[in-house]
């Protein structure tokens, strides 16, 4: 009988760690952000995509995602944890440029940050939405739409970041231009 209890307290144990937020590897990064990427951008194949430059996103020493540039010009952020979605946004038009980073982005990118941080450190489990979402884009068949990998929404509004003059030109002057 104590023989029976040992067994189940040990396999109560590595299931527990199996559902458990668990860290993503560089080279499983690698594959979703190439996933995402031919998943909506139309016409391009697996071998015609590279990865220009991968810039973490670390908090105590923690990489909590990753902004991937592409060669194509375009970028996917990925996260580095199973607990969050795995690709967090991207940008099919330009590059991402980690030292001139538009104030309402980079709020997004803080947010990102402190979210998956405190996911992890309270071990949060990943809900079976984002576990079915992190399996879809592991395996190995292709996306053949966008509804498999997320629900699709349009964007909420067309915004180019850093607009300059004409779209501001109604806002109140500060010291001789428009906020």
């Known amino acids: 009988m104590m023989k029976k209890i040992t067994y189940f307290f040990i396999a109560l144990l590595f299931f527990n760690q199996s559902i458990v937020a668990e860290k993503v590897n560089i080279n499983t990064i690698k594959k979703i952000a190439i996933k995402a990427f031919i998943q909506n951008y139309a016409g391009i194949e697996k071998n015609e995509i590279v990865i220009e430059k991968m810039i973490p996103y670390i908090k105590e020493n923690d990489t909590l995602f990753y902004v ?3 060669k194509q010009n375009g970028f996917v952020i990925i996260s ?5 979605p795995p690709v967090l946004g991207y940008c099919l038009k330009n590059k991402f440029d980690s030292i001139n980073i538009p104030s309402g982005f980079n709020y997004l990118l803080t947010k990102y940050k402190n979210s998956i941080y405190t996911l992890r450190k309270e071990n949060t489990e990943p809900s079976l939405e984002i576990k079915s979402k992190w399996e879809q884009l592991l395996g190995d068949k292709t996306l053949e739409t966008k509804s498999m990998l997320n629900t699709v929404i349009g ?25």
Do not use: F, I, K, R
């Open 68 to 70: 991937v540039n592409l």
């Open 80 to 84: 580095a944890d199973n607990v969050a």
């Open 155 to 179: 964007p909420l509004c067309n915004t180019t970041w850093a607009q300059g003059y004409s779209y501001n030109m109604y806002c109140p002057e500060d010291n001789g231009s428009h906020v």
